[in-house]
């Protein structure tokens, strides 16, 4: 059986790319791209004169009978216009697809952003949760972070730069105050790390958006906190009724910052709002 290749490439720079990647993309019978133009442009910097077909994500499920097709008869690469192909990209269906036909699949490691921006954040390591992209809905986006509010581990979510204020306003509201770093074009002439907290960025980024590719670096949640006074607690419950905090997520966020438990600051969040 053939092997279908997942080839890393430059999410910038585009020196950044190995020269196994290289050797891959010029000796494979055919290369599946997310967007062939980009991959285009990579493949004429490094002479590289291959066939290209593409493979997005409305197209994935038409196109992996063509590209089975294709591993019978030769090794297959698959590309994302940057970074790491399949993560938060097209590929998924296709691996376990070439998986259940009896090919290799064998990745070629190299640039990934939310990797690269994790190292140079400052935040830990040792534990990470990648979020990728948040739902859209705002339920659903809800739910997602009351599942791991209370989770230590640093949270690694991408986003787009005119959804950035709406999303880091809404982080705010369920995760509270926390550091932050906001990585922005990772190896590109204007890279740059911002570094604060939630609250900070609100204010720096309701003037203008950034611009460029973002991932977002939040500090996961403290643990074994001091116990705060019950008046201190009511205060902050007040705070987040103001701002329309859901009942649950108040609780779940409230109880990692104060040392009570969640059931009893839900309790007084009852009260509180039934009372106002």
Request: overall charge positive; proline content about 5%; hydrophobic content about 45%.
């Amino acid at each position: 059986m053939s092997t279908l290749y997942l080839v890393a490439t430059p999410i910038g720079n585009l020196a950044d790319i190995t020269l196994r990647a290289i050797e891959i993309l010029k000796n494979v019978s055919l290369i599946a791209a997310e967007d062939t133009r980009v991959t285009q442009k990579l493949l004429n910097h490094y002479h590289i004169h291959n066939r290209l077909i593409s493979l997005y994500d409305q197209n994935e499920s038409r196109r992996i009978p063509i590209l089975l097709e294709a591993l019978q008869k030769g090794d297959v690469a698959l590309v994302s216009d940057s970074g790491t192909p399949g993560l938060n990209d097209p590929g998924f269906e296709l691996v376990n697809a070439a998986i259940a036909s009896g090919h290799r699949i064998s990745p070629i490691p190299g640039p990934c952003a939310p990797i690269a921006a994790l190292v140079a954040s400052g935040l830990p390591t040792d534990h990470f949760l990648y979020l990728g992209f948040l739902p859209r809905k705002i339920n659903e986006r809800k739910q997602t972070l009351e599942k791991i509010i209370s989770l230590p581990y640093t949270l690694v979510i991408l986003e787009a730069p005119h959804r950035l204020l709406k999303t880091l306003t809404f982080l705010y509201q369920i995760l509270g105050n926390r550091k932050l770093v906001i990585a922005r074009e990772l190896t590109k002439l204007y890279e740059e790390f911002w570094r604060g907290d939630l609250a900070q960025a609100v204010d720096t980024f309701s003037a203008e958006a950034p611009r460029g590719e973002i991932t977002l670096l939040i500090e996961g949640a403290p643990q074994s906190p001091q116990l705060w006074d019950e008046a201190r607690l009511l205060e902050a419950i007040r705070l987040h009724l103001k701002a329309g905090t859901n009942l649950k997520a108040l609780a779940n966020l409230l109880a990692g910052e104060s040392g009570w438990q969640s059931r009893e600051i839900y309790r007084r969040a009852i009260k509180l709002k039934s009372n106002s």
